[in-house]
Every structure is written in C-alpha cells, then in structure tokens.
C-alpha cells in the first residue's frame, strides 16, 4: 500500500471510530430507540483497529531506511 491508500484507511478508521461513539451516544440518551440495538461498540473497535494498523503502516511508510 502507498501512503494516499494508507491515509485513506486511517480517515475511515477514524470516522468509524467518531460514528461508533456517536451512536453509543445516541444509545444511551434513547434507549428504546431503533438505533440503541446496533453494534455500536462493535464498530468503535473496528474503526479504532483500522486506525490503528493504519497509523503503524504510515509511520512505516514515512520513516528512513
């Protein structure tokens, strides 16, 4: 992967992440909601690992040999 791939895993991760807390959020204003029975903390910690590896992946991009 080059660095414009990585750096689109790692805003995609980071959305993820923004959007799994928001909608936890959202979760525990309306709990009887249709949204309070979606994964939400599931998609925190895939966003979160994708943002991650892809935060490695670029560091290992950028450094020098």
Do not use: E, K, S, Y
């Given at each position: ?21 928001l909608g936890d959020w ?19 910690f895939i966003g979160m ?11 290992n991009l950028v450094r020098?040999?």
């Amino acid at each position: 992967m080059d660095v414009q791939t990585t750096l689109i895993g790692l805003v995609a991760g980071l959305a993820l992440a923004v959007l799994g807390a928001l909608g936890d959020w959202w979760r525990r204003r309306a709990p009887l909601a249709w949204h309070a029975h979606l994964p939400w903390n599931g998609l925190t910690f895939i966003g979160m690992a994708t943002a991650l590896i892809a935060a490695v992946h670029l560091f290992n991009l950028v450094r020098p040999a």
